[in-house]
């Protein structure tokens, strides 16, 4: 099983969008609509922020939302704040009955 | 407030085995899909195994399939994860995590237990 496809780093300005990408194939992101995004601070355990690809658990602010177009995934971060700096990763259900994750998105708040 | 504190980890030679706990509170255990997920030293994050809240249905990553077996015992909300043939790129921290009620989606996380394995 490979891992999804991440861009490594991305950075953005204070107020600014941005937007991570998160490719995998037919086997597991285009199969089915459960795509999950989880925040990951240094030292911390990670954060599930979105799940079934676009939903988004309570608690977690509005100012992220997840999309989906064949077998990619993306996750937006709206208003981008210092504290959103941290490591995001995609992950998928698959056609294999287990989950993979991708690699792994280094935010950086300029 | 959901708990989960893992334990059994440490240091252990390649070729040699470890039996990792979970031991979680806080909600109703037995009604939830659980899961492993590591992370090795610096690295991203690794999906591992799962198991059903009845325990009848499992569920590993390729990289461990043959050598982790994932069990639970809801009699005492502990969750269990036994690895043999350990190699060297096994060593990661380890994570005992909750399913999200049924979204394939990982909820809450224990603080993760570290698994060495070197020799």
């Known amino acids: 099983q490979s891992a999804l496809t991440q861009a490594a780093s991305v950075s953005g300005s204070p107020g600014q969008s941005i937007t991570i990408s998160c490719t995998g194939t037919s086997s597991d992101v285009g199969s089915y609509n459960l795509v999950s995004w989880y925040q990951q601070h240094p030292g911390n355990a990670p954060k599930v922020m979105i799940y079934?690809?676009?939903k988004r658990p309570s608690g977690v602010s509005n100012r992220f939302s997840g999309s989906k177009s064949g077998n990619t995934a993306s996750l937006t971060i709206s208003g981008l704040q210092a504290e959103d700096e941290a490591d995001y990763y995609c992950c998928s259900f698959t056609r294999s009955r287990n989950w993979v994750f991708g690699g792994g998105t280094k935010v950086t708040v300029l | 407030e959901v708990h989960l504190v893992e334990s059994g980890g440490g240091l252990v030679q390649p070729g040699g085995s470890l039996r990792l706990s979970c031991s979680a509170s806080?909600?109703?255990?037995?009604?939830?899909?659980m899961h492993w997920v590591r992370q090795a030293p610096g690295k991203g994050l690794e999906y591992v195994s799962s198991i059903s809240g009845g325990g009848g249905t499992t569920y590993y990553a390729d990289s461990v399939k043959g050598r982790f077996t994932i069990s639970r015992d809801n009699s005492k909300n502990t969750l269990f994860l036994q690895m043999s043939g350990l190699r060297t790129e096994d060593t990661a921290l380890f994570y005992c995590?909750?399913?999200?009620?049924?979204?394939?989606?990982?909820?809450?996380w224990g603080q993760g237990i570290l698994v060495t394995v070197s020799s």
């Open positions: 079934e690809d676009i």
């Open positions: 995590v909750k399913d999200l009620s049924g979204t394939h989606a990982f909820d809450s």
């Open positions: 806080g909600f109703t255990f037995d009604y939830y899909t």
